[in-house]
C-alpha cells in the first residue's frame, strides 16, 4: 500500500481488525496486516493496537504506509543446484545461507537473482518475488518448488493451501527425544515478548508438525520432521516448544550449540502434483556437507 487510507467502521466490519481489513483488502495476506498493525502502521482512534482488537461502529482507522525502499532486481550469474526443470516448474536445492527472495538488509545475491538469469518466472508474487510460492529461511538448505509461469505458481500454491503436497525436513536437536515418533500441535504467531521472533501463542494460526527419530547421540537428536502447515520458522519454533530446540539455531536455540553457520535444518524431501499433466512428482536432497560432517564428528565422539 504506497498511500494513507483511513476508514471510519460501520456496521459490516464490526470484529477482529486483522480479520475485518483482510476481508477489506483482500489483495494482502492476513499475516502481512497483522505485521501492519504490530509495526504500528494501523491507528484505530489514533493509537496503536494488537491484530485481536475488535473494532466498534464509529471506530477511526487510519492506515500509514512504510516508507519504501528502493531495491533493483537484477538477473545475476549464480550457479544453481537445479533437481529437475521443465515448461512449468523448477526445483532447486537451495543452499545454506541464501536468501530466496530479495528485501531490506539483502538487495541481491538472492535464489531469485540467480533464477532470473536462468529463466522467466511467473509474475503472481509481485516484482520482488518472482516464481517463489513457498520459503525457507537463509540457513536452511534443501529444496524448494519454483513456478515458471502463472499457471503452475495457482496450482503449486493451491496445493500448499490444501495440504496435498509432501515436505519433509531433517533436523538436529538438543537433548535426546525418548519417543520414536510425534506430533506438535500449536498455533503459532508473532511472539509478544520479540517481534523478531514467532511463538507458540493462543490467537496463532493453526500449525501441525509431525516428527520421527532417525537417530540419537549423547547429547542430540537427529530427527524427520513432516510438515502438515507451512507457518513461519514452523519447526524452530515447534522444537522448541516441546524442549528440543534446533541445533545451531541463532534465533531459538540455546547460547551453547553447536558450531556452524545457522541452524542444523535441511528440507530432504519435496512432492506434488505436477501442474499441466497432474503427474505425482517427489524429489530428495542429500543431506548437505557441513550436516553430515557434523553427524559423523557426533558419531565418533559419543562413543
Known amino acids: 500500500m504506497s498511500e494513507e487510507v483511513e476508514l471510519t467502521i460501520d456496521s459490516e466490519m464490526v470484529g477482529r481488525i486483522d480479520k475485518q ?3 477489506h483488502f483482500d489483495q494482502f495476506s492476513r499475516s502481512q496486516i497483522q505485521h501492519w498493525i504490530e509495526d504500528g502502521h494501523v491507528l484505530v482512534n489514533g493509537k496503536q493496537v494488537k491484530p485481536k482488537y475488535k473494532l466498534l461502529v464509529g471506530d477511526h482507522i487510519q492506515i500509514i504506509p512504510e516508507e519504501p525502499q528502493k ?14 526443470e521443465d515448461d512449468d516448474v523448477i526445483v532447486v536445492n537451495k543452499p545454506q545461507g541464501m536468501v ?35 520459503r525457507i529461511d537463509k540457513d536452511t538448505s534443501g529444496l524448494l518448488m519454483v513456478a515458471k509461469n502463472d499457471l503452475a505458481h495457482r496450482s503449486l500454491t493451491a496445493q500448499l493451501k490444501a495440504k496435498t503436497n509432501q515436505r519433509e525436513y531433517v533436523a538436529l536437536v538438543h537433548g ?36 520421527n527419530v532417525l537417530e ?57 502434483k505436477h501442474p499441466r499433466t497432474g503427474k505425482e512428482m517427489v524429489f530428495t536432497a542429500p543431506l548437505p556437507a557441513y550436516f553430515t560432517k557434523m553427524l ?8
Request: net charge positive; hydrophobic share 35%; aromatic share 6%.
Open 176 to 211: 535426546v527425544i525418548k519417543e520414536d515418533k510425534g506430533t506438535i500441535n500449536a498455533p503459532l504467531g508473532r511472539s509478544l515478548k520479540d517481534r523478531k521472533k514467532q511463538a507458540v501463542v493462543i490467537d496463532g494460526r493453526h500449525a501441525v508438525t509431525h516428527f
Open 100 to 134: 530466496v527472495h530479495p528485501a531490506p538488509g539483502h538487495p541481491d545475491h538472492t535464489l531469485v537473482n540467480a533464477l532470473l538469469y536462468h529463466s522467466p518466472l511467473s509474475t503472481i508474487n509481485g516484482e520482488f518475488r518472482p516464481g517463489i510460492v513457498h
Open 216 to 272: 540419537r547421540f549423547k547429547n542430540y537428536t537427529l530427527v524427520a520432521c513432516q510438515l502438515e502447515t507451512g507457518r513461519t520458522h514452523q519447526i524452530r519454533v515447534h522444537m522448541k516448544y516441546i524442549g528440543h530446540p534446533l541445533a545451531g539455531d541463532p534465533l531459538y536455540g540455546p547460547r551453547k550449540t553447536l558450531a556452524g553457520n545457522g541452524q542444523y535444518l535441511h528440507a530432504r524431501l519435496l512432492g506434488f
Open 296 to 303: 559423523e564428528h557426533l558419531r565418533k565422539t559419543d562413543q
Open 71 to 84: 531495491i533493483d532486481l537484477t538477473p545475476e550469474n549464480i550457479p544453481l543446484d537445479i533437481v529437475y
Open 21 to 23: 481489513l483482510g476481508h
